[in-house]
Structure formats: structure tokens, C-alpha cells
């Protein structure tokens, strides 16, 4: 069964960075196109981003700070988040492309932003 482990999350401040990972266990990788998710306190689960084996896919919204890639050789998804905000306040799940409340999901990874 596909297994998804995430990691790289904490306390920033304000303008800070991170790079949040996960990696996905049970599958052949490269062969998946990969997504990242959060969900901040109150509201349901928001996608950010995809990554294929030749394409990434940004939310609208956000573009510029947030960039995904991966790494075939290590299993491994990331996330790199840039100017954060206290609004990115949020756990950050990985998980395929369209998943839902039924499919398998990892712990997360949270992330806060506070000064």
C-alpha cells in the first residue's frame, strides 16, 4: 500500500522559507505525477501544486512563491515555499493528483507562521 511520509515543517517567522519533503513509499515513483495539499485550522484540504515527469502545475494563486520538484532516485517530493505568510499556516500533505477524503493520507507536516 502507497505510504506517504512528510516532513520539514516548524516555526517561522514572517518572510521566512522552507522546504518540506515527502517521501512516498510503495509505489514506483517516477512513474506518478505527485501533489501537494494543506489544510489550515477550520478549512478543508487546498491544493497547491503538481509535478509530472515533465510538467509542474501551480494554483493560481500560488505562483511565484511556492515551487514543487522532485527527486526520482530518493522516492521524494518538495515543496519549497518562499515569503511566507501567516495565512501558510497550515498542515502540508502530499498525495496524488485529485485525492480525497478516502484515499490514504500521511500525518503531515505543519507548518506555522508567526512572529
Known amino acids: 500500500q502507497v505510504q506517504f511520509v512528510e516532513s520539514g515543517g516548524g516555526l517561522v517567522q514572517p518572510g521566512g522559507s522552507l522546504r518540506l519533503a515527502c517521501i512516498v513509499r510503495?509505489?514506483?515513483?517516477?512513474?506518478?505525477?505527485m501533489a501537494w495539499y494543506r489544510q489550515a485550522p477550520g478549512k478543508p484540504r487546498e491544493f497547491l501544486a503538481t509535478?509530472?515527469?515533465?510538467?509542474?502545475n501551480y494554483l493560481e494563486s500560488k505562483q511565484g512563491r511556492f515551487t514543487i520538484s522532485r527527486d526520482n532516485a530518493k522516492n521524494t517530493v518538495y515543496l519549497e515555499i518562499h515569503n511566507l505568510v501567516p495565512e501558510d499556516t497550515a498542515v502540508y500533505y502530499c498525495?496524488?493528483?485529485?485525492?480525497?477524503?478516502?484515499?490514504?493520507w500521511g500525518q503531515g507536516t505543519q507548518v506555522t507562521v508567526s512572529s
Open positions: 498525495n496524488f493528483p485529485h485525492s480525497g477524503a478516502l484515499d490514504p
Open positions: 510503495g509505489i514506483i515513483f517516477r512513474g506518478y505525477e
Open positions: 509535478i509530472s515527469t515533465t510538467m509542474t
